[in-house]
Structure formats: C-alpha cells, structure tokens
C-alpha cells in the first residue's frame, strides 16, 4: 500500500526558534499533499493543502508567513513553523494524494511539536 | 460548510460486545467517508474506506455503512477486544477537501 513518512516524528525546541518538518511519499507520487493540525483531545483541522511546484494555499486562520509549506518534488513536502512559541505545540500530521486520481488520502505518523 | 458529527463521544463496554459509532454529516455531496483508528500520540491507521456509491464496506470484525442521503455512516464492531480501545474518527471527502469528526473514544474492559 501507499506509504507515507514524516520526519521527525518528536521535536522539542525553544521559543522563536524555526522547525522543519518533511513528509515524503515513500512508494508514490504526490501531486498534492495536505498538512493538518491536532490539538490534545481534538480532532484534525486542515491548515493547507500543498501542490507540486506551486504555492500552498491555506485555510482560513492559518498564517501563510508563520507556516511556510514547500512542495519541491511529487515524494516531498515541507511545513516550517517560524519563530515558533508555545501556543504553536501540537501534532502535526500530513497526508498524500497519488497521482492515480482516486480521491483517497494516505496519512503520515505525525509529528509531535513542544515548543518550551 | 461540511460538518462532521460524531456520536457518543466516548464509549465503554466489556469485552465481547458488539456496538456502533455513529458518523453524520451536513452535506451529502461527498467523494468518500473514510474510518480511521487512532491510538493515543500515534497517527491515523486506515479502516475502511466508502465510496459515495457504495452502501457498506467490511473488514474482518468491522462493518461500515453509508448513507448519502441522510448524511449517516456507522461503524459496526463485532466481538469487541480491549485491543480495540482507541478514538475512531470518521471523514468526509469530496474533491480532496476531507473533514474529520471530532472521534469517539472506544475503551474496552477486559
């Protein structure tokens, strides 16, 4: 089946500083891949929806110059949250549509942010 | 605006029973409704995936039904194991813009 993997999986770091956080597509290309977020407890809220090779477009609430998405390649895409602070601590999790055109999503392991 | 609503939000039974999640949702113009399982700080494992023109979709002790035009889908689980004490999230998709409901919690006592 699709393989999706997220690096880290666990980070911790201080307040103002930047995190990066890949997701890759193991064994398919991705045309479009989906970055959500998830609070302790809540469910899974999409922050933006990332296409090979243009700009990512974002839900509305979510700060395009704080969460900066990079989709370089169809296997790789890349969430960093800047000048992070403490408020920005969740799971983030990311998920990958094939090229095949079948509209179903393959999710990453997540990736935990603590932000001290 | 797709809204998802998942009904109890938490669930507890003994071991060996059979018992149902609820799934509604507000817009039935929908792709596919798809169950994850979610054990506590790990990701979405896949369950079972409806397409829009399907009724039901099975998997072992799991059974999952759709109904598009109420806006409902329920998951069945025969023969409950405390292995499956996890949240159980339902979500909607239609053209990739996929929304999830808020999960119920499953516990299930040996």
């Known amino acids: 089946g699709a393989v999706v993997s997220q690096h880290p999986s666990w980070v911790i770091c201080k307040s103002g500083t930047s995190v990066k956080i890949e997701c890759r597509s193991l064994d398919f290309q991705a045309t479009t891949m989906f970055w959500y977020r998830q609070f302790p407890k809540q469910s899974l809220m999409l922050m933006a929806t990332?296409?090979?090779?243009?700009?990512?477009?974002?839900e509305q609430g979510v700060e395009k110059d704080k969460f900066l998405i990079n989709h370089a390649s169809l296997t790789l895409s890349t969430l960093t949250v800047t000048s992070a602070h403490p408020e920005d601590s969740s799971f983030y999790i990311c998920?990958?549509?094939?090229?095949?055109?079948?509209?179903?999503?393959?999710f990453g392991p997540g990736t935990r942010l603590t932000v001290l | 605006k797709q809204e998802v609503t998942q009904i109890p939000a938490a669930l507890s039974v003994p071991e060996g029973e059979n018992l149902v999640l609820n799934c509604s949702f507000t817009?039935?113009?929908?792709?596919?409704l798809q169950w994850f399982r979610q054990d506590p700080g790990k990701g979405l494992t896949s369950l079972l995936l409806i397409q829009s023109s399907q009724r039901e979709q099975t998997s072992g002790r799991l059974n999952a039904s759709l109904d598009k035009s109420s806006g409902r889908s329920t998951l069945y689980i025969a023969a409950s194991q405390p292995g499956d004490s996890a949240t159980y999230l339902c979500a909607v998709n239609r053209n990739n813009d996929m929304r999830f409901g808020a999960g119920t919690r499953l516990t299930v006592k040996p």
């Open positions: 990332s296409n090979e090779g243009s700009k990512a477009t974002y």
């Open positions: 998920s990958a549509v094939g090229t095949s055109g079948i509209s179903e999503q393959f």
């Open positions: 817009d039935s113009a929908i792709y596919n």
